[in-house]
């Protein structure tokens, strides 16, 4: 008998990772892989490993150990748990096997592939699961499967997902997903995007066109494929549309910037702290760089967030989640997925 077409086929989650437990020796070994990464910390190695080894892991381990224990669950940690949800859910609603990878961490990108390969897979569909494009996200997602590919599975296909920032789809299951949670009364919904240095914007840009400024805002520029910070504005432009707010309810800002380097701005902390003596009392404010709530969503902006911009004189703070296992995003997941699935 035929086998179907399909029975090779495989879709893999990949999602950033977290460490084991919140134990500091953990903590330690995961900010080691995932700050070694030469598309995260972008130094020459030497200076890299200086940075990382003999100044950042002496004191960060404790630091966000103590934050992990504030935001992990019984199952362990958010970010894995709901990615380990979504990948439930999708599976669900597709008739391949669907795998769960973590860019850092277990289970590693080599597991999830490993398991699908167990499977018989052969044809990888891989979803790299951030919305706009980084080199510290999608790019470092699709090096690191290329690596394990060429050197354990050099007879299997991948191919990626792209950035999905500007698609329908997606928009629209954001929007739903925000417009469900804003209170009726807000007066600014802040959208605070994860930051990465403005060097990486620059850097990755092939045109090397963008110049922060005036590029990003704009509708149409050569840099915009590549253009993490476009890709932020663009998002937060389609929401606001879709949800039909006016310009001046809608603010873009940069959060969990690390080090000395010049991060994109504005900052979000510093933001947050001006807000209440503007006379912004009441913020809603969501973080659309993350698919999953993580220790950057649930600590950094629903914990610590909040109570800068208490202290700053605002009164009252809504955190919208991420879209987690929300069905209209599994139903972006699939779609995505599927596109990808039938180019084999
Ligand atoms: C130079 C450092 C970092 C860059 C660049 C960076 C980019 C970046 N990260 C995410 C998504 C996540 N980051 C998370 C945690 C986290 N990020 C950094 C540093 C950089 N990130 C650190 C050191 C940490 C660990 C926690 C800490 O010590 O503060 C997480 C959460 C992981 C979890 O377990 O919950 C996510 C998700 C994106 C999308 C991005 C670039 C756009
Ligand atoms: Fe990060
Ligand atoms: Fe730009």
Redesign the pocket.
Known sequence: MNQPVHNKKGILLVN????KSTDVKDVKEY?DE??MDEK??DYRWIFRALLVQGIILKT?PNK?AE?YKTVWTDEG???IVISKNLQKELQKLVDVPVGLGMRYAEPSIQTGIQELVDKGITEITLVPL?P?Y?M??TETVIDKAEEVRLKFFPDIKINYVQPFYNREIYIDALAKSIGEKLPPDFDLLQFSY?G??ER?IYKTDPTKTCSMDNCCQKDDHPSHKFC?RHQCYKVTELVREKLGLPKEKVLVTFQ?R??KDKWMEPYTDATLEGLGKKGIKKLAIVCP??VSD???TLEEISVEGKEIFLHGGGERFDYIPCLNEDADWVNVVKTLSEEKLAQF
């Open positions: 950033l990772g977290s460490p900010l995932f700050l995260v910390i960060r966000s934050a940690s958010p970010l951030y706009q980084a510290s996200t994860h990465v240095p990486h993490y969990s690390l080090g760089a993350f993580c220790l950057e």
